[in-house]
């Protein structure tokens, strides 16, 4: 079992910047892909970033690219989610999750996550 709580959501100006933290618990860290996801209300969950066990390789959803960065610290236990240039559209709850995707690789897929925080809520105002 692996344990997943997010932090860092909150009020933000659009332009404005945030940084989302996912701190990992239970099972060795380094053993799983991370993921953020985003909803919207009335919305299907969105992939916003991957990365790989170790950082390797990292992927990003179309709508945030070169707005946000994916991290992670293995020895923190942590994955990261630096928001730049925030819009109005990512106004979203933020998932962070992990999954058991083979070594060096990313997912994008939801289906490929076995674990999900609770969720931050992330709110852009125009």
């Known amino acids: 079992q692996v344990e997943l709580v997010e932090s860092g959501g909150g009020l933000v100006q659009a332009g404005g910047s945030l940084r989302l933290s996912c701190a990992a618990s239970?099972?060795?860290?380094?053993?799983?892909?991370m993921g953020w996801f985003r909803q919207a209300p009335g919305k299907e969950r969105e992939f916003v970033a991957a990365i790989s066990r170790y950082g390797g390789s990292i992927r990003y959803g179309d709508s945030v690219k070169g707005r946000f960065t994916i991290s992670r610290d293995n020895a923190k236990n942590t994955v990261y989610l630096e928001m730049n240039s925030l819009e109005p559209e990512d106004t979203a709850v933020y998932y962070c999750a992990a999954g058991r995707v083979e070594f060096a690789r990313v997912a994008v897929s939801t289906a490929s996550y076995e674990y999900w925080g609770q969720g931050t809520q992330v709110t852009v105002s125009s």
């Open positions: 239970g099972r060795t860290f380094s053993n799983y892909a």
